[in-house]
């Protein structure tokens, strides 16, 4: 018997022209984007979330209150600090519920919960506290010169004396040399 010659392996696929996996890539990429850009769409209504700004006030002060991602045109906001508000819409979408309210001048002192609820009662609700502080809230700043001492202050000053003095330096050198 004659011996058979050996067997060729299969031949390979020619590779695809470059184009085509541009192609790909760019679909698999477009198809990705679009997953990532619908997913916080679909999840915005799954979780609200809400904001009491600010966290800290006197009594007779006012807060501001909103909701996002209730998915409802109506939202209520209760708290013993300042009773019952109802929230509205911030644009046309409703994606955002917002409104304000003034502390009772009597409101004790010390943390009080505010709950927001999507839809009005029984809705998701979101909880957050406010605290209600004897004297005036602290605004303007935010506090952050009131933590610092009088030798970083002095220290600040220093510098930005020095870049005013190296910037004036620098404008006549170049005023001399023109």
């Given at each position: 018997m004659p011996a058979k010659p050996p067997a060729k392996p299969p031949a390979a696929p020619p590779p695809a022209p470059?184009?085509?996996?541009?192609?790909?890539?760019?679909t698999v990429a477009a198809a990705t984007l679009v997953a990532a850009a619908a997913a916080p769409a679909t999840l915005a209504y799954a979780f609200p979330s809400a904001t009491v700004s600010p966290t800290a006030v006197?009594?007779?002060?006012?807060?501001?209150l909103n909701v996002a991602g209730c998915g409802t045109?109506?939202?209520?906001?209760?708290?013993?600090?300042?009773?019952?508000?109802?929230?509205?819409?911030?644009?046309?979408?409703?994606?955002?519920?917002?409104?304000?309210?003034t502390v009772y001048d009597n409101a004790s002192?010390?943390?009080?919960r505010v709950v927001f609820e999507c839809g009005g009662p029984g809705g998701?609700?979101?909880?957050?506290?406010?605290?209600?502080?004897?004297?005036?809230?602290r605004g303007g700043t935010g506090?952050?010169?009131?933590s610092m001492s009088p030798g970083q202050?002095?220290?600040?000053?220093?510098?930005?004396?020095?870049?005013?003095?190296?910037?004036?330096?620098?404008?006549r050198r170049r005023a001399a040399a023109s």
């Open positions: 470059p184009a085509t996996a541009r192609r790909r890539l760019m006197a009594p007779g002060g006012r807060v501001a045109q109506v939202a209520r906001v209760t708290s013993t600090a300042f009773g019952e508000t109802r929230l509205t819409p911030g644009n046309q979408t409703a994606a955002s519920l917002i409104g304000s309210a002192t010390g943390t009080h998701e609700r979101v909880t957050l506290s406010l605290q209600v502080s004897s004297g005036a809230t506090g952050s010169i009131g202050i002095a220290a600040g000053s220093a510098l930005t004396a020095g870049a005013l003095g190296a910037g004036v330096w620098v404008m």
